[in-house]
């Protein structure tokens, strides 16, 4: 299938490594010009090398912290200098710090939201003239299944993750007479840093090795197991690419079948 990706530029935030490096990857082998963003001019560097290899395509980078607005407009200003426009903006930001209600300050949710909700509306504030231009464009905003089903532990991404799925919802409709078209795509276990991390701070809490917290996970999961970087990103390509032409305000769930609602 040709996902007419071809020659289109694309914003991926949080791309040097997990799920934005994944999307990123699949956005590349598609032919479209992709800028990553991150915090760290390292690990930008290496997924750009990484990236370039694998595709032959040429990747520009942006080193941007995604809770501070002056970095995200810069970062989308200059790839739309680029590549001459923005056609599609993967929103994505790394996970905010576990933990249950009575552990979490105001700062802890102050930062989250800054994190994780008002960088998502930052970054389509910052895409939206670009994409009108052009005629039209997609936007895909990473986030958990716990916008479906909460996660125990993790209540300030169950917040907050819920808040941009609502966002999604709503811009649907106020953006489709533009012809942008924007989708949730959110991820279960799959394996990144992210798990790993969750699954070793867990295992401090419980006495049990991350090794047996990663098996009981796996038994949850009717695939039996966790997902890979490259399952998840290939479905958030399509979402973002102009072979979807009819789906939006949508939340597509990668998780192996663990989410049992309707």
């Known amino acids: 299938m040709d996902l007419g990706l071809k020659g289109k530029s694309a ?18 082998k598609e032919g479209a010009n992709v800028t990553i963003a991150s915090r760290s001019a390292e690990h930008l560097s290496e997924a750009k090398r990484a990236i370039g290899e694998a595709t032959g395509a040429e990747v520009a980078t942006a080193v941007m912290d995604a ?34 209600f009575d552990e979490m300050t105001d700062e802890d949710w102050q930062k989250a939201f800054e994190l994780n909700l008002l ?16 005629g039209g464009g997609r936007i895909v905003n990473l986030t958990s299944t716990s916008i479906k089903q909460p996660i125990d532990g993790l209540i300030l991404s ?13 811009l649907a409709t106020e953006l489709a007479p533009d012809g942008i078209l924007i989708n949730t795509v959110a991820p279960g276990r799959i394996l990144t840093d992210r798990i790993r991390e969750l699954d070793e701070g867990r295992a401090r809490k419980t006495g049990q090795s991350a090794e047996e917290i990663r098996a ?37 769930l990668v998780d192996g079948g663990s989410v049992k609602a309707l």
């Open 67 to 100: 809770s501070k607005e002056e970095e995200i407009r810069r970062a989308i200003e200059e790839a739309a200098e680029r590549f001459g426009g923005l056609d599609v903006l993967i929103c994505n930001a790394g996970g905010p710090p576990g933990g249950r």
């Open 11 to 28: 914003f991926v935030a949080a791309g040097s490594k997990g799920l934005g490096r994944a999307t990123a990857l699949e956005l590349a």
């Open 158 to 170: 169950n917040v907050l993750r819920a808040g941009v799925n609502a966002l999604t919802k709503t």
């Open 119 to 134: 960088s998502t509306i930052r970054m389509i504030r910052e895409a939206l003239p670009h994409m009108r231009k052009a």
């Open 216 to 252: 009981d996970n796996e038994k949850q999961i009717p695939l039996g197991r966790l997902g890979q970087p490259d399952e998840f990103g290939r479905i958030a390509a399509f979402y973002a690419s102009f072979a979807n032409t009819y789906a939006t305000g949508q939340a597509i």
